[in-house]
């Protein structure tokens, strides 16, 4: 069992940074895929990235990538993504999963466990 806490979402101006956190409960943080994922107002989750059990490997949403930035700490069981140059379509609920299997999952449906999601607000 694994229990998720997202945290350092806020009210941000157009242009400006966030970092978001996801704590982690839970001795097997470390041999989990961990993904982002969002769910704007009036609009489907979207998936936003995502991170393989050491680091080695991540993968973004073509609305994200080049501005959104995913890491891990295993030895805080806490991962992050730090976003840059934040718009106001990036306004939305931020949830981070946490998936069993070995491979990038794109899709939610795949995910295990989910925290309970931290709000991002972009003013223009």
């Known amino acids: 069992q694994v229990q998720l806490v997202e945290s350092g979402g806020g009210l941000v101006q157009a242009g400006g940074s966030l970092r978001l956190s996801c704590a982690a409960s839970?001795?097997?943080?470390?041999?989990?895929?961990m993904g982002w994922f969002r769910q704007g107002p009036g609009k489907e989750r979207e998936f936003v990235a995502t991170?393989?059990?050491?680091?080695?490997?991540?993968y973004y949403g073509d609305s994200v990538k080049g501005r959104f930035t995913i890491s891990r700490d295993n030895a805080k069981n806490t991962v992050y993504l730090q976003m840059n140059s934040l718009k106001p379509e990036d306004t939305a609920l931020y949830y981070c999963?946490?998936?069993?299997?070995?491979?990038?999952?794109?899709?939610?449906?795949?995910?295990?466990?989910w925290g309970q999601g931290t709000q991002v607000t972009v003013s223009s």
């Open positions: 839970g001795r097997s943080f470390s041999r989990y895929a």
């Open positions: 991170i393989t059990w050491n680091g080695g490997n991540v």
């Open positions: 999963a946490a998936d069993r299997s070995s491979i990038l999952n794109l899709n939610g449906g795949a995910y295990d466990y």
